[in-house]
């Protein structure tokens, strides 16, 4: 399989990403891979106009893993203070299981080091998707025992359960 070969998000790009997001956190029954929230958040993820909005966000970037000519894979990295913010985090369903999240996640770890000057790395995960936070404490990450409600306001999908929690993960650079 040929490497990603990473690259800063361009407007352009938006509705592609807008759709591998929707893709690999939403997909239609049958069509997800090893992770994803269909089980327990319905809606879109993002739509294209909020992909814009980041990528045009100062301290924000978007980066993306392109194969190719199609974009495979996606981050956001925000800086906030010390915090390098992670999210968004995308691999295509068909490529999921290959090491490709990963080799995302080590990319974005680095560029908020070298760009953002990040001492620590923070993410959200929505609480019930243990196999998720497992990927991430193997990676390092440290649950911070912080949780809270789903966004509702967000604009990020509306709960399928009534009490489901978002767990915020930590990890320091090194």
Not at 38 to 53: M, T
Not at 80 to 108: C, D, T
Not at 138 to 155: F, I, N, S, V
């Amino acid at each position: 399989m040929t490497a990603l070969h990473f690259r800063v998000a361009r407007i352009d790009d938006s509705a592609e990403i807008s759709q591998l997001v929707n893709e690999a956190y939403r997909p239609a029954p049958g069509m997800g891979g090893w992770t994803h929230e269909s089980d327990l958040v319905s809606g879109k993820r993002i739509n294209p106009e909020k992909v814009e909005s980041l990528i045009n966000q100062e301290n924000s970037t978007i980066l993306v893993g392109v194969l190719g000519s199609i974009i495979a894979t996606c981050v956001h990295i925000e800086k906030e203070g010390a915090n390098g913010y992670i999210g968004m985090l995308a691999v295509s369903p068909s490529l999921q299981g290959l090491g490709k999240g990963k080799e995302v996640l080590a990319h974005a770890e680095e560029y908020a080091v070298k760009n953002f000057n990040s001492k620590n790395f923070v993410m959200v995960v929505v609480a019930a998707r243990t196999e998720l936070i497992s990927f991430y404490l193997r990676r390092g990450y440290k649950k911070t025992g912080t949780t809270m409600q789903y966004p509702l306001d967000a604009g990020v999908g509306t709960p399928k359960f009534d009490v489901l929690q978002i767990e915020t993960l930590y990890k320091a650079s090194n």
